[in-house]
């Protein structure tokens, strides 16, 4: 089946830029997704790309898609403690609806 | 307006004994799924229906079965749990575009 993978942890501080990144293998993927998971809650979606998109930015977001290296990433501006979460990659192949996810990455904001 | 909500929070069952978790979304959204989520693992989709009296497998269905009998309800059961079941299970609903919104989850422990 197809893949995605994400590293587990990144720590940031406060007021700097976070990256995370996310590749995947599905060729056919045309949606990628980052949710965010704050401890005992669910899955929020943040944003996502279609794939024939470079690039989109959402306020102090901003995703970078590089279809030919199938790489995903999600930058975060001016990181704050409340973006400590666990993020998630998700991608949608071009049959189904269904989203394949990631493991996470664990952003820890020092303060 | 509820979203998706899911019953119970949290369970604890002996192994061998069976149990019914509930989603239920007010969303009129045609599509509903169900992942369960492990350390390090991300979500893993178990079952999941595209309508009404519809179900279908996804990439962990085996000792899981579920059921579509009304739109707005999604029910999986567990008929002789299992202590590999032990897991977070969240129940998700999208309308028939791309974005999936997700329940709490459902904290279940086999012993």
């Known amino acids: 089946g197809e893949d995605v993978e994400q590293s587990l942890f990144l720590s940031v501080r406060e007021g700097d830029s976070s990256v995370i990144n996310c590749t995947y293998t599905d060729s056919s993927s045309t949606y990628l997704y980052w949710y965010k998971q704050e401890p005992g809650a669910g899955l929020q979606l943040l944003t996502y790309?279609?794939?024939?998109?470079d690039m989109k930015q959402d306020q102090r977001l901003t995703v970078l898609l590089n279809k030919k290296d199938k790489h995903l990433s999600l930058r975060i501006a001016d990181t704050q403690t409340g973006d400590s979460a666990i993020y998630f990659c998700?991608?949608?192949?071009?049959?189904?609806?269904?989203?394949?996810f990631g493991g996470g990455t664990r952003l820890m904001v020092k303060p | 307006n509820a979203g998706v909500t899911q019953t119970p929070k949290f369970r604890v069952l002996k192994t061998g004994q069976s149990m019914t978790l509930l989603c239920a979304q007010d969303m009129n959204h045609e599509y509903m799924y169900w992942y369960r989520q492990d350390p390090g693992m991300g979500l893993r989709l178990i079952h999941y229906s595209v309508g009404e009296g519809t179900t279908a497998k996804g990439e962990v269905p085996d000792g899981y079965n579920v059921s579509r009998l009304k739109k707005q309800n999604f029910l999986l059961g567990l008929e002789s749990a299992a202590p590999s079941q032990t897991s977070v299970y969240f129940c998700?609903?999208?309308?028939?575009?791309?974005?999936?919104?997700f329940g709490p989850g459902t904290r279940l422990t086999v012993l």
């Open positions: 998700a991608e949608k192949g071009n049959a189904g609806n269904m989203l394949t």
């Open positions: 998700a609903s999208s309308p028939t575009n791309n974005e999936q919104f």
């Open positions: 790309i279609f794939s024939n998109m």
